[in-house]
């Protein structure tokens, strides 16, 4: 009986031990609180009817004059796109 009394006491007496560290130390920078700014970008999206790719006029040289007037309007058509993509850009984020 007293066998069994002394053996809890000499198993906490063998597993105290004073070499063991503490998980923080006591300079832990998780201890002190400290206030940060995190800057956060966020991007607007650009609606698909901006995106869309242009076709590029094609044909015979003899057809050069319809040909060119075709492009020139692909070219009209992209850059109001693009004019409108410049006015999108830098606006806030509708939630």
């Not at 000499?10 to 995190?38: G, I």
């Not at 692909?74 to 409108?84: F, K, Y």
């Amino acid at each position: 009986m007293r066998l069994a009394l002394l053996l809890p006491l000499l198993l906490l007496a063998a597993c105290k031990r004073d070499d063991v560290k503490p998980d923080l130390p006591p300079s832990c920078p998780a201890a002190s609180a400290e206030v940060r700014v995190v800057t956060r970008t966020v991007y607007v999206s650009v609606p698909s009817r901006l995106t869309v790719q242009e076709e590029i006029a094609e044909g015979p040289l003899s057809e050069c004059p319809a040909v060119a007037a075709e492009r020139r309007a692909a070219i009209e058509r992209l850059n109001s796109r693009a004019a409108e993509t410049r006015r999108i850009q830098g606006t806030e984020v509708k939630p």
